[in-house]
């Protein structure tokens, strides 16, 4: 049967968030005060997030008072594009006077939005001279980066936030309420795949990601994401990694054998254009090209790269198993070229199954269409060895499957408490983040991974109750056997 209020989910705490942030939004009511200070480092795409929440419904209580890029262009834009919003007017700083900038603006909270294998510097840098920081995932791309963050963390007093809004996304905090309530009893193991369709896992491998040095690949930068909701929905931590992973799709082998002679540089320049389905028109998208293509001849960045080039060194295909520190175990798959975009995953309890799928409608990273947008969402609890029934599924409303302004809500705006504890601090990004480091090194070398290897110091993150393994479990209903 389809049950229409979710079988014992408290729907009022899973859109109590939501229902803050769209108040807040639509009245402008804040508390009056000073607002917040923020310096903005790294502004491409993802900063847009941050800085349009900023200068649009919570610019009452925050400004931004300085924007950092190394690239001089998107810089000059940042700070027009912000001032013409009359919320703020941000002073420019290049890259290499950061911390100028630090000692010049003095913001409270430092938001880092590089490429992924930068991230430490700045959030170091940050931490040091008395900010907290706020970063885009992944946390960082190494074991030595998460190390030099927790040790600046403990020696500074400040604290990173680690936007996972994954974790805010209203069907699966449905997921993680069931499993709090101990619907299926004691988790034993999970099946999740995850798919990347020709359209949003391509455009990994034309973009400074398809660079595992600047971004970890897609098992730090995309995983990282994957593997909190399930270290999240656990209330649990990964000890060890195993892992297998190839480039099978995006090769030049591929373009041959799809009818191209082979990888060019560019699709803006691409002879091959024409017969390329692959072929990414970069000045179709307004925003996009205002701020990769007209913005070029400051560092030479192609924002549009061949996605069939040999020197792509990141995987499509990927296959994890991880143990974690309650006996759970995980079986985790990622490819970057399937027929559909979206997710099944799969708890096995004590007391039964959870079954939850999304399709979602990924696009062009950045670009103008709504990223991540849930088409079907189905979520299934199976007794075991009772009758399956539908639990109707919360549908957030928004890019990341409605994350995004919940979890801009709790950053900047009033934060209505959470018994899930979605907040996640450095903690939780370098367990989400080594389990992928861990994962790059089993490809490398073949060999199980043990977390606690790569880091010391590093403790558990803030975790919301999940059912005594320990407690006493009812006998299965008797079955008739033939």
């Known amino acids: 049967m389809t049950e229409k209020n979710s079988g014992?989910?408290?729907?009022?705490?899973?859109?109590?968030?939501?229902?803050?942030?769209?108040?807040?939004?639509?009245?402008?009511?804040?508390?009056?005060?000073?607002?917040?200070?923020?310096?903005?480092?790294?502004?491409?795409?993802?900063?847009?997030?941050?800085?349009?929440?900023?200068?649009?419904?919570?610019?009452?209580?925050?400004?931004?008072?300085?924007?950092?890029?190394?690239?001089?262009?998107?810089?000059?834009?940042?700070?027009?594009?912000?001032?013409?919003?009359?919320?703020?007017?941000?002073?420019?700083?290049?890259?290499?006077?950061?911390?100028?900038?630090?000692?010049?603006?003095?913001p409270e909270f430092v938001i880092v939005t590089t490429t992924d294998a930068s991230h430490d510097d700045y959030i170091v840098r940050a931490l040091d001279a008395g900010c907290d920081v706020i970063t885009e995932k992944p946390m960082t791309t190494t074991a030595a980066k998460a190390q030099r963050i927790l040790d600046a963390v403990k020696r500074s007093g400040r604290h990173v936030r680690v936007t996972f809004n994954y974790r805010y996304s209203p069907p699966r905090t449905q997921i993680k309420e069931l499993l709090m309530s101990g619907e299926i009893g004691d988790v034993i193991s999970v099946d999740f795949t995850w798919l990347l369709n020709t359209v949003h896992g391509a455009d990994y491998f034309r973009r400074w990601h398809s660079n595992k040095a600047m971004s970890g690949g897609l098992m730090v930068h995309k995983s990282t994401h994957h593997f909190d909701l399930v270290n999240w929905w656990l209330g649990a931590q990964p000890e060890t990694v195993h892992a297998f992973g190839s480039r099978q799709f995006y090769t030049p082998e591929t373009a041959r054998r799809m009818g191209l002679t082979g990888a060019h540089e560019r699709c803006l320049t691409c002879p091959e254009k024409q017969q390329c389905s692959f072929y990414f028109d970069l000045a179709s998208d307004p925003g996009l090209k205002a701020l990769y293509l007209d913005n070029e001849q400051y560092d030479g960045y192609y924002r549009d790269q061949c996605v069939w080039r040999p020197e792509i060194n990141i995987e499509d295909t990927m296959n994890v198993m991880v143990r974690y520190d309650n006996g759970a175990h995980l079986n985790y798959a990622l490819s970057a070229y399937d027929a559909w975009e979206g997710y099944h995953v799969a708890f096995n309890g004590t007391k039964g199954r959870i079954e939850h799928r999304i399709v979602e409608s990924g696009g062009a990273a950045g670009a103008a269409k709504v990223q991540s947008g849930?088409?079907?969402?189905?979520?299934?609890?199976?007794p075991m060895r009772g009758q399956p029934r539908d639990i109707a599924p919360i549908i957030g409303k928004g890019s990341h499957g409605g994350g995004d302004d919940v979890m801009l809500n709790?950053?900047?705006?009033?934060?209505?408490?959470?018994?899930?504890?979605?907040?996640?601090?450095?903690?939780?990004?370098?367990?989400?983040?080594?389990?992928?480091?861990?994962?790059?090194?089993?490809?490398?070398?073949?060999?199980?991974?043990?977390?606690?290897?790569?880091?010391?110091?590093?403790?558990?993150?803030?975790?919301?109750?999940?059912?005594?393994?320990?407690?006493?479990?009812?006998?299965?209903?008797?079955?008739?056997?033939?």
Request: hydrophobic share 40%; aromatic share 6%.
């Open 8 to 106: 014992g989910i408290d729907r009022r705490t899973v859109l109590k968030a939501a229902g803050a942030a769209g108040l807040m939004m639509a009245t402008g009511a804040y508390a009056a005060g000073a607002r917040k200070r923020y310096a903005v480092v790294g502004v491409g795409s993802r900063a847009r997030m941050f800085t349009n929440a900023m200068t649009g419904p919570f610019r009452d209580t925050s400004e931004v008072v300085a924007v950092c890029d190394r690239n001089a262009g998107r810089l000059a834009r940042a700070v027009k594009v912000i001032g013409e919003t009359g919320a703020s007017q941000p002073r420019p700083y290049s890259a290499a006077d950061f911390d100028r900038m630090l000692r010049e603006t003095k």
């Open 374 to 382: 849930s088409e079907s969402v189905s979520i299934r609890v199976i």
């Open 410 to 482: 709790e950053i900047f705006g009033v934060d209505p408490g959470d018994k899930y504890l979605r907040k996640s601090d450095e903690r939780a990004g370098a367990w989400s983040a080594l389990v992928g480091i861990a994962a790059n090194k089993c490809f490398e070398t073949g060999q199980t991974v043990r977390i606690a290897d790569l880091v010391t110091g590093l403790t558990l993150p803030d975790r919301a109750p999940m059912p005594d393994r320990r407690a006493p479990i009812a006998m299965p209903v008797r079955i008739k056997i033939p």
